[in-house]
């Protein structure tokens, strides 16, 4: 930030910045870890769907595929079961594995026979802010940083599951996340024209059990 703006801007530019830089550090690491996973995880590629892919749209037949090799692998629901209420419109909600997913295939998910919305659980407080639904002991959350293979075509999409413990970050020298802010005229700065403000961190990630973490590849419908 140069000085001009630091003087002449009327708004928190700084915390409007650092707001920005926490946001980029966040989705980074949520890169990284995504990255690895796709890399290293089990897969099962999506064949019941109607679409005519050689990897199709994802189907309930699939997602129960992959909830078959949790559970023979006595991988452990993440979330608890959710009975339900008297509440007109409200269903329980099973305990459950966790599914991320693109945003792009928001409505392949909402198009599936038992698939339901979050509008409908019985606790409204467990809803993440990503939350799309559950689909019986799987529950999904979106992310616009989904994975998509666009090196084939169509394009296919990881559709990571896991179990509780399935995977985990590793912090070096504990630390996480540092920012920071050189005043003007630190460095080379003779004028004091030029604030910067910038993160960096040390962050590893690893799949702790092989049999806890599915990659469920799918087409679009």
Do not use: H
């Not at 692998?73 to 329980?92: C, D, H, M, R, W």
């Not at 909600?93 to 599914?99: G, L, N, R, T």
């Amino acid at each position: 930030m140069s000085d001009d703006v630091i003087i002449t801007v009327q708004d928190q530019t700084a915390n409007e910045v650092a707001d920005m830089l926490a946001q980029n550090m966040a989705s980074t690491y949520d890169k990284i870890v995504r990255n690895m996973l796709v890399a290293t995880a089990a897969q099962i590629d999506c064949l019941n769907g109607v679409n005519g892919n050689a990897i199709t749209e994802i189907t309930t037949t699939d997602l129960e595929l992959a909830v078959d090799y949790l559970t023979g692998n006595n991988g452990k629901k993440l979330s608890p079961n959710q009975e339900g209420v008297n509440a007109f419109g409200t269903a329980p909600v099973w305990a459950a594995y966790w599914m991320v997913i693109s945003t792009d295939l928001r409505t392949d998910i909402k198009n599936l026979s038992n698939f339901n919305p979050t509008a409908d659980y019985p606790r409204q407080q467990s809803v993440l802010e990503s939350e799309l639904g559950a689909c019986d002991e799987v529950r999904v959350v979106m992310t616009s940083e989904g994975y998509k293979d666009t090196s084939v075509s169509p394009a296919v999409y990881s559709n990571l599951l896991f179990a509780a413990n399935g995977y985990g970050r590793i912090m070096i020298d504990d630390q996480y996340m540092e920012m920071i802010i050189k005043p003007l005229g630190a460095g080379e700065d003779p004028l004091n024209q030029r604030q910067t403000m910038g993160w960096k961190g040390r962050l590893g990630s690893v799949i702790l059990d092989d049999s806890w973490v599915i990659n469920l590849r799918s087409t679009k419908a």
